[in-house]
Nanobody, 122 residues
Framework: QVQLVESGGGLVQAGGSLRLSCAAPESIFRINAMGWYRQAPGKQRELVAVIPSGGTTNYADSVKGRFTISMDNAKNTVYLQMNTLKPDDTAVYYC????????????????WGQGTQVTVSS
């Protein structure tokens, strides 16, 4: 199985910014969509943002206007620019990719990053 490689997490003060990145192998057959989930202690996993290939981006209401998702198709990398961070943004952020690894895989599957911790202090 393939695991996406995440980076960019850290500890920042409220109002600060972070930029997360998530890279899939460069030789992927086809990517249908990439996105980000987050999970805070004691809370269920929340979809933060998604960017379908050739489609429009979507954001959770809680981050709309503050976060921006983008994708570099040539590098199979998705980014999450997080501005005006709030303590409620504190969570482990997981990227995912819905993709086919090769032409022999007829159904797209979801692959995940290892998670990166984002902590926002008051």
């Amino acid at each position: 199985q393939v695991q996406l490689v995440e980076s960019g997490g850290g500890l920042v003060q409220a109002g600060g910014s972070l930029r997360l990145s998530c890279a899939a192998p460069e030789s992927i057959f086809r990517i249908n969509a990439m996105g980000w989930y987050r999970q805070a202690p004691g809370k269920q996993r929340e979809l933060v943002a998604v960017i379908p290939s050739g489609g429009t981006t979507n954001y959770a209401d809680s981050v709309k206007g503050r976060f921006t998702i983008s994708m570099d198709n040539a590098k199979n990398t998705v980014y999450l620019q997080m501005n005006t961070l709030k303590p409620d943004d504190t969570a482990v952020y997981y990227c995912y990719a819905e993709m086919r690894l090769s032409p022999w895989t007829t159904v797209a599957r979801t692959y995940w990053g290892q998670g990166t911790q984002v902590t926002v202090s008051s």
